[in-house]
């Protein structure tokens, strides 16, 4: 157990639909990181937050946005849902947004757009 | 822009045996980190060895070692004495020291473990 929660572990909803998914980092992480993995593909990296501050962005869709709230648990919102979006989306949290701190990662969250 | 390759889709080996998983990458950077992850059926992702690019000595984590090649760019996992715990996929995974923390990854190796 990694100490990262998310939820809900499975969700499957149709396309134009919008869902919020749920990361508590561990307990004292400031930076949360979001990843979004393809079917049988790496994981591509999404955006990260750092003590409720955006840090980084990578591909993310102008359809999904997040944030981070004061107590620091993240909030991954995707709207406007395509067949495409379906994928394991994970969050992961690290105790700084410094070089020496490795991420752990929660279970991740399966979504499934019909 | 930094890229991570993993040449090989599938490796199977038998049990008791070792194994050696490719990754190269690409960056025009001189600090970095390496990280293999394994992604067993639960697709939980586990950290299973690091390196930082300025250490010349191979990391190694029990039955997992590396061999870097930092003028090559390469960066491969041995898993020595086999287990049927150990099937999972592998990803190789690369951060920057300087900016932009996030991990980029690479396509993934499904490593089979025959008994």
């Known amino acids: 157990d990694s100490g990262v929660t998310q939820t809900p572990k499975h969700l499957i909803t149709a396309t134009g639909q919008r869902v919020t998914l749920r990361c508590s980092p561990r307990?004292?992480?400031?930076?949360v990181y979001w990843y979004q993995q393809s079917l049988d593909q790496g994981l591509q990296f999404l955006i990260q937050?750092?003590?409720?501050?955006?840090?980084a962005k990578g591909n993310i869709l102008e359809r999904f946005s997040a944030q981070q709230f004061p107590d620091l648990h993240s909030e991954l919102n995707l709207s406007s849902l395509e067949l495409g979006d379906s994928a394991l989306y994970f969050c992961?949290?690290?105790?700084?947004?410094?070089?020496?701190?490795?991420?752990?990662f929660g279970p991740g969250t399966r979504l499934t757009v019909l | 822009a930094q890229t991570v390759t993993q040449s090989q889709p599938e490796m199977s080996v038998q049990e008791a045996e070792t194994v050696t998983l490719s990754c190269t990458y690409d960056?025009?950077?001189?600090?970095?980190?390496l990280f293999w992850y394994k992604q067993p059926p639960s697709r939980q992702m586990i950290l299973v060895i690091r390196?930082?690019?300025?250490k010349q000595q191979n990391a190694t984590e029990n039955r997992f070692s590396v061999n870097f090649q930092k003028a090559a760019k390469s960066f491969s996992l041995k898993i020595s004495d086999s287990q049927l715990g150990d099937a999972a996929m592998y990803f190789c995974?690369?951060?920057?020291?300087?900016?932009?923390?996030?991990?980029?990854w690479g396509a993934g190796t499904k490593l089979i473990i025959k008994p």
């Open positions: 992961a949290s690290s105790a700084t947004s410094g070089i020496y701190n490795e991420q752990f």
């Open positions: 307990s004292g992480d400031l930076s």
């Open positions: 937050y750092y003590n409720g501050e955006e840090r």
């Open positions: 960056t025009s950077e001189s600090d970095y980190y």
């Open positions: 390196q930082e690019a300025y």
């Open positions: 995974a690369y951060r920057s020291a300087y900016s932009n923390y996030q991990l980029i």
